[in-house]
């Protein structure tokens, strides 16, 4: 259990309707990144969401490799539209 981090993903537009949640929590592996969490997400919720969005870790912008910790709140941000 000592190599498990407990994340926080918050569910904004698409993803909100595609897995019907506004938020989860995951227990992941230590040494998982956002891009990992998107395959869990993925798996789960039978989805392809592909990687056109942005991703948020405690608020703030971040890359998809960044190595996530435990208690991390996890942000996907749908691409905006409009005109």
Do not use: C
């Amino acid at each position: 259990m000592a190599d498990l981090l407990k994340i926080q993903v918050v569910y904004f537009a698409k993803v909100r309707e595609l897995t019907g949640l506004t938020e989860e929590n995951f227990l992941i592996k230590k040494g998982f990144t956002p891009s990992n969490v998107l395959g869990l997400i993925e798996e789960k919720h039978r989805i392809d969401l592909g990687l056109n969005f942005k991703i948020a870790i405690n608020d703030e912008f971040s890359d998809w490799d960044i190595e996530l910790k435990n208690g991390d709140r996890l942000v996907f941000i749908p691409p905006v539209t409009g005109g």
